[in-house]
């Protein structure tokens, strides 16, 4: 039977447990969650509680957005440009438009912030010297504790290749003294010359940074960009696929429907309308998914993929790989499902009419096994799996906080984004 995610109660006390410093790859694995409802955080390695403190969230009209984050930006000291250039001690930045971490004087046991977490002196610079850029903080209503999570879905790294055995090499004789005054002895050696070189002793590639991947439902952007490529190669020209409606791919698009004799309605880009393009072209059903993979803050790659029930929403949940063996092909997995709150008008843009299994105890079980993506992208992202990568399912996608020098920012609930202090 899999693990389920547990609303879990923690270990979340007033003040900071003591542990020693992390370096930059060890601090990869940390993960940092807080809870508005306890006022609290509490920073986890894996499934172990490393450092707590209390906290104040955003106050009323200034709430503190709920979501998973990263930390992108670290200062000493910042001052607010938002609220009469606050001090802002020992600031990590968790969104450009404003949202933070940071010491402050006034750290009560309610909200009291512009949206901020404020967090006591000693402890906010105790959490300065432990994290680095790229840290995940996840904000929650509840208190949640990550769990350890297996699932075929999740990605794996590929298994690092065995030494060379060097049995049917031939060997040629040589003469060696092992001592001084010894007489000259035949050894057998091998002419090193003519050997290529053992994949597992070449020199090792240099490290790598953690991947983020987000998991989610297809919107108009990727599918105006696929139907861009797709009519380019069946002779109605778009331009260069690139996701928007331009002058060139609506002409396209009607030259497409006459030729075709489609009368697609619901929209330009309609489901009516994917559907006709992909069958024409023999590509069969058009993906209603799609996999975003980014790393060191930029965009990587990304690919379609299938969400089987997609009436049925998948929730949010948040994957984060802790360790990595590469010797036994082997991710240790750690996970966290939080509530989310979609609104009406994006059940209406997917077509979701059931929360149900995503209320579920199994819901990321369920998520997961909805899933399907190529086996071409699932070797991709094995073979530049690090400790640290994480993993984000969410039915509302790449949000507007996403964008140049982040990783995946995934907004459940809005609170008072653009705001700080």
């Known amino acids: 039977m899999k693990p389920r995610f547990l609303f879990g109660l923690g270990l979340l006390s007033a003040t900071a447990l003591v542990h020693p410093a992390y370096g930059a790859e060890d601090a990869r694995t940390l993960q940092i969650v807080v809870s508005k409802d306890r006022q609290s955080l509490a920073v986890y390695d894996g499934d172990k509680v490393v450092a707590t403190s209390k906290v104040s969230t ?58 901020c977490v404020r967090m006591p002196k000693a402890f906010a610079k105790m959490l300065y010297q432990m994290t680095e850029r790229g840290v995940h ?29 060097f049995s049917d090499i031939e060997l040629r004789p040589s003469t060696a003294a092992f001592l001084p005054q010894a007489q000259p002895v035949q050894v057998a050696t091998n002419d090193v010359a003519s050997l290529p070189m053992p994949q597992a002793i070449q020199a090792p590639s240099v490290d790598q940074a953690p991947l983020g991947i987000l998991i989610t439902r297809r919107g108009l952007r990727e599918n105006v960009r696929d139907l861009q490529g797709i009519l380019n190669d069946m002779g109605f020209a778009t331009g260069t696929p690139d996701g928007m409606l331009g002058p060139a ?20 880009v309609s489901p009516a309308l994917m559907k006709a393009v992909y069958a024409l072209a023999g590509k069969g059903e058009p993906p209603n998914g799609e996999i975003m993979v980014r790393q060191n803050f930029k965009p990587l790659f990304e690919a379609p993929a299938i969400i089987a029930e997609p009436q049925e929403a998948l929730g949010t949940h948040f994957f984060t790989a802790h360790t990595i063996d590469k010797v036994n092909g082997k991710a240790d997995w750690f996970g966290v499902t939080l509530e989310d709150d979609l609104s009406r008008d994006a059940k209406k843009r997917f077509g979701i009419t059931s929360e149900e299994q995503a209320e579920s105890l ?35 996608g790449i949000g507007p906080e996403t964008g140049n020098g982040t990783d995946f920012i995934t907004i459940t609930n809005r609170g008072a984004l653009g705001k700080s202090g």
């Open 58 to 115: 955003g106050k009323r009209g200034h709430t503190t957005p709920s979501g998973i984050f990263s930390i992108l930006e670290k200062e000493i000291y910042h001052e607010s440009n938002l609220y009469s250039a606050s001090p802002m001690p020992f600031m990590q930045r968790l969104t450009w438009s404003g949202i933070a971490l940071h010491e402050s004087n006034s750290v009560p046991n309610y909200p009291a912030s512009h949206g």
């Open 362 to 396: 199994d819901a990321a079980d369920r998520a997961l096994d909805r899933i399907t993506i190529p086996d071409d992208v699932r070797r991709k992202i094995r073979d530049l799996l690090t400790a640290g990568s994480s993993l984000t399912i969410s039915d509302t």
């Open 137 to 165: 903080v996840v904000i929650a209503d509840q208190p949640l504790v990550p769990q350890p999570f297996e699932h075929a879905m999740l990605f794996q790294p590929e298994v690092a290749p065995a030494a060379a055995l």
């Open 249 to 268: 791919t609506v002409q396209a698009i009607e030259d497409f429907k006459k030729a075709h004799n489609i009368t697609a309605s619901g929209g330009l």
